[in-house]
């Protein structure tokens, strides 16, 4: 997209937002602090002019999101019982993907809403949703979709945030950059100081504790993940059986309970700069979550998903994906493209 497009683009978005009087704001699935807090400023911001918004999710709340600053503004609906006619402008804030929004089913969701209501702004790697509606799709590479909002939207409005926006932005935004240990992107840094400014209280926002159930899983899951050094990658594989483990140990809402596992092992194990997930849906689909180190010329996890039949998405040093077949279909593929590029990789520095 060069500049002239992106400006047309937001312009045209902007003019949407404008004109509407009812607007509805969908986040994304997995539920994290960024499309939260991105949520939650744009409504508030909507309601500035004055407009009726409402925050919806058609997944369920995590546990490490209920203290989040006004989550409860955030209703958990189904797709079924509600009526989407209701609004004039429908946003996806954080994602590239309708799956991310609509679940499963969103291809017999999309067929019912009108598509001309649909804005995406989002700052991943491009998927389906800008496919389909790419003249209402907002994406910028930034360090989170939270500063697309406040730098494209909020800042220039000369509104002054409150401190509990201005909170749920800060948290985004370190969330997203790992506290600034991920790649750093113009403005950052001057977005964080705004948001300071505003009342964000960071003393707070940084101190993250995890539940138990995090450790828990993470020492099960060190003892269960394969180490294969010369594919510099580690590979936990989540089958039937180690999903019925996982619930016995922890409960059934185990999978709320990896983050603590996601950084460590598969980001700071020294010469290991991959880090892999694969999840059995048992439904005939895979589920591919990646890490890797943020330092250093690595490769593309999601383009080498891509290039074996998963659909794959997020950043470049951490993603997610969906591949339909076996789970060990899925990590033959994975693994045998990647041992591929690494020797194309170093064959090219010799």
Known sequence: MTKNDSKHILAHVQKLMHQADKL???????????CVGTALALSWLLTQQ??????????????????????????????????????????????????????????EITARIDLNKMINLDHHIP????????????NVKTSSTAQLLYDYFIKPSGVQLPPDTADCLYRALLYDTRNFKNEMHPGAYNFAADLITSGADHAKDVDVNYEMQEFTFMAWAVEHTEFIPDLQLSLLVLDAGAQNELEEKISADWKDFNKLYKEVVERQIKGYNYGIILIDNLDGTIRLGWRTRSYGDHLS??????????????????????????????????????????AESAARLK
């Open 24 to 34: 509805l704001i969908v986040v994304s699935d997995p539920i994290d602090p960024d």
């Open 127 to 138: 998927g389906t949703i800008q496919k389909t509606i790419p003249e209402r799709c907002f």
């Open 301 to 342: 996890i999601g383009d080498i998903a891509r290039g074996v039949g998963f659909h794959a998405g997020g950043h470049y040093n951490a993603g997610g994906g969906r591949f339909s077949g076996t789970i060990d279909e899925a990590k033959a593929r994975l693994l045998n493209a990647i041992r591929h590029a690494l």
């Open 50 to 107: 004055p407009k009726q918004v409402e925050v919806i999710s058609l997944f369920r709340i995590p546990p490490e999101m209920t203290d989040f600053p006004n989550i409860n503004d955030v209703s958990v609906v189904t797709a079924d019982s509600f009526d989407f006619d209701r609004y004039n402008i429908i946003v996806t804030v954080d994602g590239g993907d309708w799956i991310q929004f609509l679940g499963k089913d969103w291809k």
